[in-house]
């Protein structure tokens, strides 16, 4: 992995010093396993174990003998024998293969990524909790499709990518209990030379059991969903920055990255504020899927093993944790110091003009004008033109509108009639329905008579004192938003 | 493919019934060739040719000689022999294997579609260069990061778009060139009973020439690249579409989709106008990608040949067709129906204070005040300032801002509140650098002192009417977009 | 998915009759579970599902409206309101969004696709075990690399299948539980018109729980292992049907795919039997990637949603399905119908001249040799020498290898002089060690000095009647295979 | 790239210093184009040059600068500031944004790394070319299906690989072209505030030409078929590898890697001489496939730019050039060193029985048989039956065939049986069609009474002297092989 995307605790587990540190670890536990099941002595257990602990691994040494033999575990005994008796020699690696040796430290480095993961993930949703109830009653637009829909609080979105990444990590800890096993069963799984008992005791030793089924590696079908499960994560997390980039367009900044004093956020524009920290998590995501992909790939093999998997595993397995703890690590950065807008969230919502209720307003239509005569597609109707009626621009804009400038120079003038447009104040659907006042738009199917109709029936209706009381009720968030307090118990357990 | 997402020409290329007509068209043109060449009397050919095109193939006869024998080559010609006096049997797929018939009309059946593809990717291009000549200057704020940049003219971002597709479609083109290629040398390729003479000639009259080394097949790294072709510019269209999504987002609307009168854009809220089409050209990418990543992974077969090619090109190939012929049709459909604002465009350039000639000012400045002892590094955070400083909130807006609601009835009071506010100018760059206006901000790391000195600075030097006049040049669309008129000549050859 | 590879039963879970069928059923226990909780009378249920029960739901009507309003949902509620006095409309579709209906009838779907998926993959797995123990003595070498490892029973490699088989559907088990849950909480899921008690009431009919956390649609993380899973599960079953392919190599025919009386292998080549049905699990397996890749992407979506999963969904989902059931059924198919030939194998074992105990013999050089002054390293190159010198070619035969013909007349040459080659008896591993008859090779880097000295000692060695007494049991099926009863016992609880 | 994988030419391209070097290069070449365009006085060019030149750039001084920042573009500009009088500061990065200076660079990179690809290609390529030549009349058995096919020279085999190569790399090379282009249009692509005379001449010191179109950066859609390209080309490889891998295994071992002396297979099993390089290439492959997908996914991007891309290239493309090297330099090494087995390649050849001639058999007695009544189908029916008899086992191996041991003892005595079969010559196809000795078998469909009628018309046919004469001839490589010429003609230009 490039430096710069690097987790410097991941690369520590994935390093040589590590990896040579684990496949002792699996030579002495045999020897264990073979003490205390009788087959050698004590005495050549502790001698061998004395000697390794007190002549560290030349990696050095290891990784010129590996060029010479082309074979790194061979080349990891011969580095080790040169500290034993030769007498010694044939207790060590005794009817085994190398992937025995290297199985399991191969489960036990990606548990001790995943540790790591652990301990960043539960950083971030500890913030993203924090900030779900902090924001618990700031409200805003939710938005489908890009187009405001209807009121939500700042909290209960949180609470959607909370639990987003919750759904993520569960399969992902589902997944990872495969992880207890592995194998020393030989050169084919079939414990040719090899024996069950030394490899339960042996695994034993080093917290693990055994997997029945191995041929000389353990299936890879065991670690695929790893992959896939961290990438998955990755991709939540993606999500989420796409989230608070759109949130992060200008015009209407709702939140933004957090900034260190002296930033530069272009070489060009001095005025730029970038999200590039969230951008860069779709970055992180695209390259997790691509590691995710190589690393299902490893599935199929043939036979009782080929080895077009180890080279892959070597990069994509480290490279897909460092990119998992650095997405992890980057939101969780920038959520700690988000700055949130919550004015500029009513903004957008007195921009909206109440259409963010026409849901309510079409149920509330429905039931007080069900004897009307007027169905269910007609109260649609209704409600749709009302929506589309306060989107309608005032004369002078509309002309500016339909103006297609033919120069630059014409651009200017349009600009400059923009900047003298008397303001305006916008138009309700809270308050365009009770009055009857919807109008013909050519956008919509809806002959004059039938507006002038609805008008009528419109203007009956709210004459009456309690359906205006009730209808303002309507665009309230104490209404609208009355029943997130269940998705704060059902998800936070909070009342 | 799904019928919702089918082309019906596509779907007439890749039929049963084409497919064994232009088999029965290389079988004819192999006996053609035998004559032509010598081999046998015209008669055998005509009388064959004769039978064969009085008697059309029966889709279904074939269909369940395939089930009978495995083998839909072989049921195919049992079916056409059905037609044919025995003695005439010998002469038909002589010498040669099944895939020396099925590669010429594989590669003819790419050729169809890729002409469907040309035909709507003209109607696409033609469509983007008249909308590129109609909103030439129709000016916009150009998006780099989400956030606002410098302007653009509508019209010139077309440009990008329309020059996007050519790089994709110049791609196509040119790795499309292998279908001119096919092969008849038999069962290996080695042209074992077959002659190279008889393949040469059998290939002219099917308009191809001959490919050498192949196998039993083609071989797939040919056709990969033009999967990949038809994939990335499926991903051309969903970047269009994507900037469209932007732009049609709720609050600023700058475009969006056309509507049919009648059209209902959601169950629940009859508000919604969403911008389906062009989110689904986003689903038409993602299956894309899917097919070209199926299609890529043919390259990869054991020797002489295998054959899980086959079912993967009999779903993957047509699929895809299906998903560009879609991802086209429904971009051009929705670009020639574009409802445009440059009402709402001139409102964000409005909204932007000015900053988006923030990079002409910095320049202006380092020039103009070169004399001045401020290094490019002041001059950068002068700018910087001033661009921060113009977005700053009014008092009572940031008391908004800085509330945060502990209950929904105090997020309604926020929400009258900022209902009532008072409405404002906004503040230019263009105004508060003239007049020497920078304020202290939180946000950045700069002295008072230093700004109380910058203030000076500039005050000084707009003290000149020279420097005023160009100054406020800098902010015209004539000014800044003078340069487009290059991309419109380079790309389109237009003055 | 072309007809070719369709499931019938898949086609009849994802066709629009059974969607809208499901969606039906959704209306309807929302209707059942307003009544319960008290909000409308049950004669109101009652006569919208008799109403609708005897009106079976017209699917070329809905198609049609379908295309008008561009809205498959409310075309489906227009379609379903022909059958219902007007004054009864208000109570359908209350409060909830076309996703509120859709959600539960897709996991359903889902849930009925994966039905079929156990009830195929049970028979396959009973196959698998099936063979298991036929095979339990039937001998075959191991290939690590393509290379002869050591011995196994068939019936042993057959276990690692069926545990491979095992782990891929445990990890399916334990994606699809997410499938229990579905959501009603409205446009933008936060219950903003509809109810929680409703949701779980409605839920419950259905014979599902409520996911809380969802937006307009349920997160699309939930339902990603499922695809990956199900890609994973056709992935194993091509690195079987690979094996399969591998020992079907004609030369040495381990095992055949069943045929059909009356099948052609070839329409050039009278002679061919291919594995034609496990190279076309490969290419399964190939389209499983891409639709997992497809769905995997759909994780990612804008805010409370937009709408590109949906044209993916509708396409991959059954479209993997169907990939899946075809990859288990004939993997089914031709296993039940496997041709093994046990013959083949043995002859394999003979041809591979006892290397198969190499691993053996070192251990047991190693011991025995402990006190004549031979490293590992020696013992290791012994048996190394040994190995490479029993496939040492006699002289005629080196001749024949070394000659390079230069022209086709000379390789008829060749041929001929190979077809007369006296024919010999294979030397054995077993052989040539007690007899102290290592010979010097180019390939190692052996010393003719050191060879000697090796001579010496193993004819000494051997002069020992109890080493070469046990010596001969290293070669034997009930020593090497004694371990594999524990894999018997371990994965199929069979003694 | 993890550093067993690395490529040390490939590192030296995309490190550090070489980009930063490229830096410098744009700006210098900016500045060399407002001199030569008279924006300013050459002096300064020659000024900073000279500056700059003495100075090296301080790699640890900008690394630590971009990470206070967060804009490496600015650090590099202020490392380079720091050398150089303040009153030039303003000419340099003048009137350009930070991809400005790095899009050329970028492309120069990409460029220098397909030399180093070209370079190794060509070797490789010779290599295939020498050894199509050397094993030009060396025969073979092809395999379609992995089932022996027809015959074949194994230096024609070669040639497909040589061609399917050369198509890879065709493709590369159009698909590069776009390397030629780059950009310095500013911060949007629209020359706001640069100029395009200076793009072009700036491009033009760097030896590139202008791209009209592009935004902030270049568009990825450029880049894309580049990965796409050169992830197709370790494909290929990986085919090759695969072919190889076919070869080598054991039991048939046609051809093999090279080893060198002292080298050792496996840590339990010292026979062993596996094609790791080889099974090395499928990684690759894996590997390389993972990285287009990667690159491929940053076509799409927001607006006039976002970037998520930057990311991804800093690892995907460096990471995919050692892939693509590695193979390259793998394959290369193993087929300059392959030990070629003609000797095992005519064994297979001898024991196909002469069923690599069936088609031309079929051929044969099409045409021999015309006026015998019988049609197309029976001959196909006696060649398949011939097919079949000359493998049917001698009634003693049938026996061991047929047994199905219950205990490893019994394994041991069919494997003792087996070695104790006496040994048969094989029948040949040659033969037993002209004796008219063809039988019945259960597993063809042909009944007794047919066979019978066939024996006898091919007894009458082969008592014709000429034909027996001609027969002969079918199963000799000067016939069968007597088209390869074209081939070598086509590819090589070799008569």
Known sequence: MHERYQSERISQIFCDENKLKQWQNTELAVLKAMYRL?????????????????????????????????????????????????????????????????????????????????????????????????????????????????????????????????????????????????????????????????????????????????????PRILYAPIGQSLSNLVAVIDKIATDLRLAARSGQVLMREPIKKGFKGSSAMPHKQNPINWEQEEGMAKMATGYMIMLTSLIKTWEERSIEQSSVERVAWPDLFHVVVRSLTLLNKTLKGLRVYPDNMLEEIHKSRGVYASSEVKEFLKEKLSDSGLSNENIYRIVQLACFNVFEPAPARLKIRETIPSSFGEALISLNRFYNLPIERYVSLADIIPLGELKFTEELNIAPSDIDKYNQILKKLFSKEEVANKWFKLFTPEFLLRNEATLYWEILRVK
Do not use: C
């Not at 209960?156 to 069963?185: E, F, G, H, M, P």
């Open 38 to 218: 009788g087959y050698i002595d004590k005495k050549i257990y502790d001698q061998i174990r004395k000697a390794w602990l007190k002549n560290p691994i030349n990696i050095a040494w290891w990784k010129n003998r590996d060029q010479e033999t082309g074979h790194d575990l061979n080349a990891f005994l011969d580095e080790r024998y040169r500290f034993l008796p030769t007498k010694l020699h044939q207790y060590v690696h005794k009817n085994i293969t190398s992937y025995d040796t290297e199985e399991a430290p191969f489960a036990i480095m990606l548990k001790q990524a995943l540790e790591v993961v652990d301990e960043i993930f539960t950083e971030l949703h500890d913030t993203l909790k924090a900030l779900a109830l902090k924001y618990r009653y700031v409200i805003m637009n939710a938005r489908t499709h890009g187009q405001e829909a209807e009121l939500q609080s700042f909290g209960s979105r949180i609470l959607t990518w909370y639990k987003d990444l919750k759904i993520a990590k569960d399969a992902l800890d589902n997944n990872r209990r495969v992880l207890q096993y592995s194998k020393l069963s030989g050169a084919i799984g079939k414990y040719g030379s090899s024996d069950p008992t030394i490899e339960e005791e042996t695994l034993k030793v080093l917290g693990l059991n055994p997997y029945y089924g191995a041929t000389q590696i353990m």
